[in-house]
């Protein structure tokens, strides 16, 4: 059977498309395949001396890794990290968005101040947490009248950097369920109405359900990203801070042997490694959601 032969319109939007979309193409494979690569590549190497030349290991780097004590707290403070932030911040975001859903005065106002810590510059937030979260002259600890160390007890130095991760990306996730919200039907809570459901049931059996799509997009990119959470802990952890080896991540500890200690393999090897673990939990998640998550 021959294919039929594009007319010249055709042709002229095809031309059209491949130049607006190439300018992408060509970022995406420079800024991020070609590093991917590059990185895997360097994991079979050690860094020669005085950061000269690469010397090829094999799988020694990876050998370390998997018996290196430091490397396992970063992981275990990573996943700290993740497992307060995410499920906190997507469910504090889901509740405020179904409230400023509604109609109501003032509704953009709040919606604005919600998204704010989301545009402020990292640097910003991470200065006045730190100011608020002092231990001596802090205004938490002065209000409430307590002594605690937020920031240098290695107890709960990693759950305060969760909390402050939280506050910084609840109004991007609150905008990501508005979206999803105004995508559902007002029919179905009339009908619910009518039928003497009250408010919290609407909720439960027509506002999660129909958002679980927008719900599982926010899942996917929000453990992604805490999995790769750096800034906020080099921005306000110390390298003085003694609780900085019970909060730092895989990513800051990458950065620390690449940049500091100019170890480009062994960094690359970590990196990889968070990389591995990252696909492993994105597709546990891709399979558990056709249990959970409905498309209309």
């Known amino acids: 059977m021959k294919s039929k032969k594009m007319s010249p319109q055709q042709k002229n939007e095809f031309m059209w498309g491949w130049i607006f979309i190439l300018p992408t193409l060509i970022g995406l494979v420079i800024l991020n395949i070609i590093p991917i690569f590059q990185t895997i590549y360097q994991s079979f190497f050690k860094t020669g001396d005085f950061g000269r030349g690469n010397k090829f290991v094999g799988l020694d780097n990876y050998m370390k890794v998997f018996a290196d004590e430091e490397v396992w707290q970063s992981l275990i403070n990573t996943f700290k990290y993740a497992i307060v932030e995410v499920?906190?911040?997507?469910?504090?975001?889901?509740?405020?968005?179904?409230?400023?859903?509604?109609?109501?005065?003032?509704?953009?106002?709040?919606?604005t101040i919600i998204f704010l810590p989301m545009v402020?510059?990292?640097?910003?937030?991470?200065?006045?947490?730190?100011?608020?979260?002092?231990?001596?002259?802090?205004?938490?600890?002065?209000?409430?009248?307590?002594?605690?160390?937020?920031?240098?007890?290695?107890?709960?130095?990693?759950?305060?950097?969760?909390?402050?991760?939280?506050?910084?990306?609840?109004?991007?996730?609150?905008?990501?369920?508005?979206?999803?919200?105004?995508?559902?039907?007002?029919?179905?809570?009339?009908?619910?109405?009518?039928?003497?459901?009250?408010?919290?049931?609407?909720?439960?059996?027509?506002?999660?359900?129909?958002?679980?799509?927008?719900?599982?997009?926010?899942?996917?990119?929000r453990i992604i990203s805490a999995l790769q959470v750096f800034d906020l802990i080099f921005m306000v952890m110390d390298k003085t801070n003694p609780a900085l080896s019970k909060t730092q991540s895989l990513v800051y500890l990458f950065y620390d042997y690449s940049f500091a200690q100019k170890n480009l393999g062994y960094g690359a090897t970590i990196v990889v490694v968070l990389l591995i673990l990252t696909l492993i939990i994105t597709a546990i998640q891709m399979y558990a959601q056709k249990k959970w998550v409905f498309y209309n």
Do not use: H
Not at 92 to 101: P, R
């Open 87 to 111: 499920p906190v911040s997507i469910c504090i975001a889901l509740v405020l968005a179904a409230l400023l859903n509604r109609k109501m005065k003032g509704r953009t106002i709040y919606r």
């Open 120 to 221: 402020t510059a990292p640097a910003a937030i991470a200065m006045v947490w730190r100011w608020v979260l002092n231990s001596k002259f802090g205004l938490i600890n002065n209000i409430f009248g307590v002594d605690v160390q937020w920031l240098s007890d290695p107890k709960i130095a990693v759950y305060t950097l969760a909390l402050i991760g939280v506050w910084s990306i609840i109004g991007y996730n609150m905008i990501l369920f508005l979206a999803g919200l105004q995508e559902i039907p007002a029919d179905y809570y009339e009908a619910a109405t009518i039928d003497g459901a009250t408010g919290m049931k609407s909720f439960f059996y027509i506002t999660i359900p129909l958002l679980s799509p927008s719900i599982f997009f926010v899942c996917i990119t």
